[in-house]
C-alpha cells in the first residue's frame, strides 16, 4: 500500500508548487489538487502530465489512479472566493 503523504512529497520535490494536497485511503487509488505557477499558459493534459512525471514509473503499478484537479495560482486564488 502506498500513502497519500508520500505521492504528496514526490509532486511537492518534483515540481514548484504552492499548493499540494493527496487523499486516498485504500492505498492505491488517490485524488488530488495541485496549484504550480509551472501550469501557466499549458493545456490541462500538459499540466497533468507534468504532475505524473513526478511519480514517474509508479504511476499505473503502485499508485493505480490518480484523479488530478490542477490550478495556477491565480486560479487557485479565484477558486478560493468561490467557497
Known amino acids: 500500500m502506498f500513502q497519500a503523504s508520500e505521492i504528496q512529497r514526490l509532486i511537492e520535490q518534483g515540481l514548484p508548487c504552492e499548493t499540494v ?49 490542477t490550478y495556477t495560482p491565480a486560479q487557485w486564488a479565484e477558486f478560493q472566493k468561490t467557497l
Open 21 to 69: 494536497i493527496i487523499e486516498g485511503e485504500d492505498g492505491v487509488h488517490f485524488s488530488g489538487i495541485v496549484v504550480s505557477p509551472e501550469f501557466e499558459g499549458k493545456l490541462r493534459v500538459r499540466q497533468h502530465q507534468a504532475v505524473y512525471a513526478t511519480l514517474g514509473s509508479l504511476m499505473g503499478n503502485e499508485i493505480h489512479a490518480l484523479q488530478l484537479t
